[in-house]
């Protein structure tokens, strides 16, 4: 099976793949996956009522990157967040140094970095960190 672009049909085995655990048992793999919708939660509710939870955000996306490699987790966030959060993540995945310059294969497109706009408000939160 190609990953080249991920959809709805590929996701769950492209991450299975990637991830980077020995020795995990199935419970430890779900729970990681979760941390998906966890981010979603934070960055609606940030879109939604402005409330910003900055230090679990960047709990769940170290740990995301460390279980998954920085490629194939940039790759799982883009498709797994709405486009309205690429904004804010794009922010956040530059703080943790990240961000490439091109993300492949999102639903049938490749992102450009350069294409999504940093947060500002956001930016100006993790500068004091």
Do not use: W
């Amino acid at each position: 099976m190609s990953f080249d672009d991920l959809t709805n049909d590929n996701i769950l085995l492209y991450s299975a793949k990637a991830y980077d655990k020995p020795n995990c048992i199935m419970s430890e793999f779900k729970e990681d996956m979760k941390r998906f919708n966890y981010l979603k939660r934070l960055f609606k509710r940030y879109r939604k009522v402005g409330e910003l939870r900055e230090q679990l955000v960047l709990n769940h996306l170290v740990v995301i990157c460390n279980v998954f490699g920085p490629e194939v987790a940039t790759r799982l966030l883009f498709f797994k967040m709405s486009k309205d959060d690429y904004s804010a993540l794009k922010t956040y995945l530059l703080f943790l140094s990240c961000m490439p310059e091109k993300v492949r294969g999102i639903k049938g497109h490749d992102l450009i970095s350069s294409e999504i706009p940093v947060d500002m408000t956001i930016a100006e939160i993790l500068r004091t960190k």
